[in-house]
């Protein structure tokens, strides 16, 4: 039987309002992750207000 490990990673935003992501950190660090094995597997954002995102959560997998 396959078995997995799973990681969760938080971006936090910024700008005035909330809800600017660093797509440089953000590709830079999936880039990191996937080159040590890890797939994501989902990505969300936390609802801060008016719509703005407070965080993205990424969850990862990879073979144990």
Known sequence: M???E???IKFQTGGFFGGKLDTNEFEA???????QGWE???CFDTSQSQG???????????RK
């Not at 660090?29 to 080159?35: A, D, H, I």
């Not at 703005?52 to 997998?61: F, G, M, Y």
Request: charged letters at 35%; proline letters at 0%.
């Open 40 to 42: 994501l597997i989902s």
């Open 29 to 35: 660090m999936l880039n990191k992750m996937g080159e």
């Open 6 to 8: 799973y990681r969760t």
């Open 52 to 62: 703005a995102s407070r965080d993205v959560v990424t969850v990862l997998k990879r």
């Open 2 to 4: 396959e078995k997995w």
